[in-house]
């Protein structure tokens, strides 16, 4: 059953420009892997724009579900395999917040077209 749907969509030229201008936004945003990854992609702002958008719809489709309503950005970590495909790693602090919220599964998408990259996130729990 699904439960929750989130999507978001990033401007990469603003991505871009926070980048270039906030210090710590990286590391206040985006786990190791996540950082590992973009020193390695084509587009370094492509890449973040993609992943924080994953990062946002995450959010919108989980934690309505969840006491607290907040949480921290980086344990939302997107990974691609080597054909692309992405998915988000489930580490220990995002699956407490996922077992509070009822939820088994996290299905996601991720596309871009010129300025903009999008994600598209849903939130099942398996009856």
């Known amino acids: 059953m699904i439960i929750g749907i989130g999507i978001d969509l990033v401007y ?18 985006f786990s190791e892997g996540e950082r590992k990854e973009a020193s390695a992609a084509n587009s370094k702002a492509e890449y973040y724009a993609s992943v924080f958008a994953v990062k946002e719809a995450v959010f919108k489709a989980v934690a309505s579900h969840t006491k607290e309503k907040i949480f921290d ?55």
Do not use: C, W
């Open 12 to 29: 990469i030229p603003e991505m871009s420009h926070i980048l270039e201008t906030a210090d710590a936004f990286e590391e206040n945003t």
């Open 73 to 127: 950005f980086r344990i939302v970590e997107t990974k691609h395999a080597k054909d692309g495909s992405p998915h988000i790693v489930i580490g220990a602090e995002l699956q407490k917040l996922l077992d509070e919220a009822g939820i088994t599964d996290l299905h996601l998408s991720i596309s871009h077209e010129q300025d903009y990259a999008f994600a598209f996130v849903i939130a099942e729990r398996r009856e």
